[in-house]
């Protein structure tokens, strides 16, 4: 019982290091510079993370259409603000 406690303390501590973007609730780490973000879906993003947390988008087909609130078309793209990875322009 005790082992258990300590393991959920541990995962909540290590998940209170990850903040969450306002834009759409998607996790992200702190940039500092919009090179630093990217989308957080392969397909019809919506919210943006840091590099280090970006989907293996290797061998995976979208379509081409173009989904409302998305950054599909060119409707937004990934940028850092005050530290944190967001979608501008959407």
């Given amino acids: 019982m005790i082992k258990t406690a300590i393991f959920i303390l541990a995962v909540l501590f290590i998940s209170g290091c990850v903040a969450e973007d306002s834009n ?8 500092s510079t919009d090179s630093d973000c990217v989308a957080a879906t392969c397909c019809h993003a919506s919210s943006c993370v840091i590099k280090d947390m970006a989907p293996d988008c290797s061998g995976v087909m979208c379509t081409e259409e173009c989904r409302p609130g998305t950054m599909d078309c060119g409707e937004g793209h990934c940028g850092c603000i005050e530290n944190n990875c967001v979608v501008i322009g959407n």
Wanted: charged share 0%; hydrophobic share 25%; net charge neutral.
């Fill in 24 to 31: 759409n609730g998607a996790l992200t780490s702190h940039c």
